[in-house]
């Protein structure tokens, strides 16, 4: 699968991610961060899921409307926990990602929001 690792997630999780066969691009080799909105834009662009531990690229697709290719949110997983936490949603809920559905994912709980129009999302 093609993913995106926002600033925010954990470095090791690229070669972890890599080493398991995905096609890994970190948001922290850019340079200066460009802001929610471009990196949101450039993973879908590039059809890459976003994993990130930030709420605000949910609330950019959710309420701004703004196109993905699907995004993880961890919430509360500790640094060196998010790699293999990934890898757990990746192998468990890769075709929900890939029809663009949001992951959020906390210790004990995994919440998909299925894309707008689809028929578990209607």
Known sequence: MRILLDACVWGGARDVLRQAGHDVEAVAD???DPGDAQILAHAHAEHRVLVTLD???GELAVVRG???SGI???VAVAARQQA???LHVLERY???LTAGSIITVEPGRVRV???EGTASGE
Do not use: I, M
Request: glycine residues 14%.
């Open 30 to 32: 850019w340079g200066p």
């Open 55 to 57: 709420r605000h690229f």
């Open 66 to 68: 703004e196109p993905h």
């Open 72 to 74: 993880v949110r961890l």
């Open 84 to 86: 293999g936490t990934c």
């Open 94 to 96: 890769g075709p929900d």
């Open 113 to 115: 929001r299925p894309p």
